[in-house]
């Protein structure tokens, strides 16, 4: 089975520029998630969609936002790029769905992107 | 909230040796699950071992075990017979389930400690 994909692998952007990044679950899974990695604050959940809606969200601006495909494929857009929005950008794959179960998320390789 | 604190930035590990990875929990929700997730070089995460908030026993994959210690709040990761490739960031991280059941996919992570596993 194939595991999670993102594309691109590498992106370096101006600022104020928006920018597009994708996500493609492992087959058969319905939710993913979106996360930030930056060396000052870590790991931060920036939103997860599951059936096209989105249903948890974090403590982002408004320029991130994202959406679902009707074949669970995943899109995150920012737009207005700052600095500070360089990171590596993860998007996590799983059944999601269960009522009270816990499982495990995928992690795709990341995109990095880099703002100058 | 939920909370993860890792509190070992770095740690240093001989070959063949084991070593024990700290990772304590906050939060007041009673059915939740803790996750620990190995990051390569390369960036990618990935899921090493999972242990739920019920489980009576401790979680255990190869020669990664989960000791969980659910009245201090800690699930320590144990690394048995160490090789160089295990060198990479650590990262403890939970979820819990909500109110009603539903489990969404947000995943609280801790600041990850860095192996580096000598010869």
């Known amino acids: 089975k194939a595991g999670v994909t993102q594309t691109p692998r590498y992106l370096i952007k101006t600022r104020g520029q928006q920018v597009t990044l994708s996500c493609s679950p492992i087959s058969g899974h319905r939710s993913v998630s979106w996360y930030q990695q930056t060396p000052g604050q870590g790991l931060q959940f920036l939103f997860e969609?599951?059936?096209?809606?989105?249903?948890n969200k974090g403590n982002f601006p408004g320029r991130f936002s994202g959406r679902q495909f009707s074949n669970s494929r995943s899109e995150m857009n920012v737009s207005t790029l700052e600095l500070g929005d360089s990171a590596l950008y993860l998007c996590a794959s799983s059944p999601g769905g269960l009522a009270g179960a816990h499982y495990e998320q995928y992690f795709g390789p990341g995109t990095r992107l880099t703002v100058t | 909230a939920q909370k993860i604190t890792q509190t070992q930035p770095g740690m240093f590990v001989q070959e063949k040796e084991a070593v024990t990875l700290d990772c304590t929990y906050d939060?007041?929700?009673?059915?939740?699950?803790l996750f620990w997730y190995k990051q390569p070089s390369s960036g990618e995460m990935i899921f090493l071992i999972y242990q739920g908030s019920y489980d009576e026993q401790n979680a255990t994959e190869g020669r990664y075990s989960l000791n969980f210690q659910k009245a201090r709040k800690s699930a320590n990761l144990v690394i048995s017979a160490s090789q160089l490739g295990d060198s990479a960031m650590y990262f403890c991280a939970m979820r819990v389930s909500h109110a009603g059941g539903t489990s969404y996919g947000k995943l609280t992570f801790g600041q990850g400690t860095i192996l580096t596993v000598h010869p």
């Open positions: 969609y599951f059936s096209e809606t989105q249903r």
């Open positions: 939060t007041s929700d009673q059915s939740y699950g």
